[in-house]
């Protein structure tokens, strides 16, 4: 005979006879479950079409409300179920649930008091028996299961409210979650009037995992308008645009499969008045004292109207919170906008912009950050503006949450060298170095031509030639406000400010070949955002080196007692093609001085 002839059942295999239980409301009924030499129920297929061995346990309900059950062990493999009826193994299905191998918590849920219920657990057929200890605890109905009986909870101004609530009683909702469903949720009700017009934020305390959990408000009822619905796995989020005296209904939910508590805090907040132009924040600037502007990013994101700035840098969004101000320009001039404080993301960026009014175009639009380039601190300029008009600064920010914080505004006068006609004049004089302050802060863009046009602030100087030779430029930067080194431009032009452009480089240079008694116009520019405008300039003249030939190599004399120094004028030396490729594999041009050394049978040439 086969093994099977002697193989037992359990005794609850069939739904017929399936073992009664008594739940208590006051403690967690342990109810043990093992599906070996179980056999396949018909029931179960309304659960499941693979064949399982399944066991079954009546019970009925002692209050309205849910039971939570628990599993001390996982089963093996995918597919086992629990299977729920109403008063009999004929009677109406009321749900299935699978039992994962990642959680040992369900819920059956919306149970009424007095009903007698049918459960059935299976495994399936092909995986080893399901053997654990089923814990099933009995949980009461909350009294905001429903919209009807919504809590209500008192919003205000001054403090968050706390609202404490075990959710595990609650049932699925009349009333759907709308888009924020996703599957079969429960949920509880809260409703609260707005004190003042503007938005509330609600901070999840204790919200398990919220990629598990929604909320949402409605307007005026329970089926008024859905304005917000939260489906990310923010634990802080803001709703925006709500109205003093409304009635707003507040719902909470969470999968039927996870446990959660529905633990949050509430507050109403004001939107700060300078959220739209019309708001505008007036501020006093001179030009002697910056004024300081404090911003407040608690209003909500507002769809970009084309003239935030925002669109200038992508990938940014398209909405963005704004913060309105307005002065007027004391003088033609420039401004200097300095952040100063830390913004609470390290690539974060605010925008500003410059209007002349409210529906005007963007004058200007920067982007800042802090601790960009600048010795940690985030400065901007925004150049050539005209005095006497009053203009309008929004600053938007992308990101919800809020943020506060200060920003100086200074006004900073026009160098007066700033055009060619008004070149400031320098004294140079040969082999000694004059050296000029140049800050770019103090100047705008006023021509378009040179080698650099993109550039747009410059200042001239000039100077006239004391020597047929060469011109030596040094460029160095103030440590005090500098903290890279990159550059910015100089143009050298002959006779006048539209003459030929001679020279054009970053950094030091030199300038070869200039003529005694003859006057240069020096151009020195940099682009408005690279932030970096007050460099040293270092012009030092040179008479050109007689040994820049091998027929003028210079003789040295070389001897055994003692080094012979060599200062070669590298400054007096012209840019020539490479007289001996064969030796130096240098193919642009080079700066040759030629010695002859007395020791040594033939000339020796230093090439730089």
């Known amino acids: 005979c086969s093994l099977s002839a002697f193989a037992r059942q359990p005794a609850n295999d069939e739904c017929a006879n399936a073992t009664p239980l008594t739940l208590s409301t006051t403690s967690i009924t342990s109810v043990a479950v093992n599906t070996t030499d179980a056999t396949n129920s018909n029931l179960s297929i309304a659960c499941t079409s693979s064949s399982v061995s399944d066991v079954w346990y009546e019970f009925t309900m002692p209050v309205d409300g849910n039971i939570r059950l628990s599993f001390s062990d996982f089963p093996d493999g995918f597919g086992s179920k629990i299977v729920l009826y109403e008063n009999s193994c004929s009677g109406q299905w009321i749900t299935c649930l699978t039992i994962p191998t990642d959680t040992n918590i369900r819920y059956l849920e919306g149970l009424t008091a007095g009903t007698t219920y049918v459960l059935g657990l299976g495994q399936p057929s092909f995986y080893p028996p399901y053997i654990t200890t089923m814990g099933m605890e009995v949980l009461d109905e909350v009294v905001n299961d429903e919209c009807i009986d919504a809590m209500e909870i008192n919003v205000n101004t001054v403090n968050d409210t706390f609202v404490f609530l075990e959710s595990e009683g609650a049932s699925p909702s009349s009333t759907p979650m709308a888009s924020c469903s996703i599957s079969t949720f429960t949920d509880t009700w809260y409703k609260f009037t707005m004190p003042i017009s503007g938005y509330v934020r609600i901070e999840n305390l204790n919200f398990g995992n919220n990629s598990f959990g929604r909320s949402a408000l409605y307007q005026d009822s329970c089926s008024g308008m859905q304005l917000y619905c939260n489906t990310s796995n923010s634990n802080t989020n803001y709703i925006y645009d709500l109205q003093a005296g409304t009635t707003y209904f507040l719902q909470y939910g969470k999968r039927i499969t996870h446990d959660s508590e529905v633990d949050f805090k509430i507050k109403a907040f004001e939107v700060p008045t300078n959220s739209t132009c019309d708001g505008a924040i007036p501020f006093n600037l001179t030009t002697t004292i910056p004024a300081t502007i404090n911003y407040d990013f608690a209003g909500p994101l507002i769809p970009d109207d084309g003239t935030s700035c925002i669109g200038n840098f992508p990938p940014y969004a398209n909405s963005a919170k704004n913060q309105w101000y307005e002065f007027t320009m004391p003088a033609d001039g420039n401004l200097k906008i300095t952040l100063n404080e830390d913004l609470p993301s390290s690539n974060e960026a605010l925008f500003f912009a410059l209007y002349d009014d409210c529906s005007g175009n963007a004058v200007r639009c920067e982007r800042l950050y802090y601790s960009n380039y600048v010795n940690s601190e985030n400065i901007e300029y925004v150049t050539n503006v005209t005095g006497g008009i009053t ?10 949450n809020p943020f506060s914080g200060t920003a100086d505004i200074e006004f900073i006068d026009i160098a007066a060298n700033n055009n060619c006609q ?11 170095g004059t050296t000029i302050q140049s800050d770019l802060s103090t100047s705008f863009n006023t021509t378009n031509d040179g080698c650099y046009v993109t550039y747009d602030s410059d200042l001239w100087y000039k100077f006239v030639m004391p020597i047929d030779g060469n011109l030596e430029i040094l460029e160095t930067y103030d440590p005090t406000l500098l903290s890279n080194s990159k550059n910015t431009a100089i143009e050298i032009f002959e006779n006048s400010c539209t003459g030929t452009s001679l020279h054009c480089s970053f950094l030091g240079s030199i300038v070869p070949n200039l003529s005694a008694g003859t006057t240069y116009y020096v151009k020195n520019s940099a682009e408005i955002d690279s932030r970096y405008y007050r460099t040293n300039l270092t012009f030092t003249a040179s008479g050109p080196a007689i040994n820049i030939t091998c027929a003028d190599s210079e003789t040295i004399n070389v001897t055994t007692s003692s080094p012979t120094v060599i200062n070669p004028n590298v400054a007096g030396s012209l840019v020539t093609t490479n007289s001996l490729p064969d030796c130096i594999n240098w ?13 040594i049978s033939e000339p020796t040439r230093l090439g730089m």
């Open 391 to 400: 203009y309008k600064i929004r600053i938007s920010r992308i990101y919800s």
């Open 587 to 599: 193919t642009t041009g080079v700066r040759e001085l030629w010695l002859s050394l007395i020791h």
């Open 422 to 432: 008004d070149a400031t004049e320098l004294n140079l004089q040969t082999g000694i």
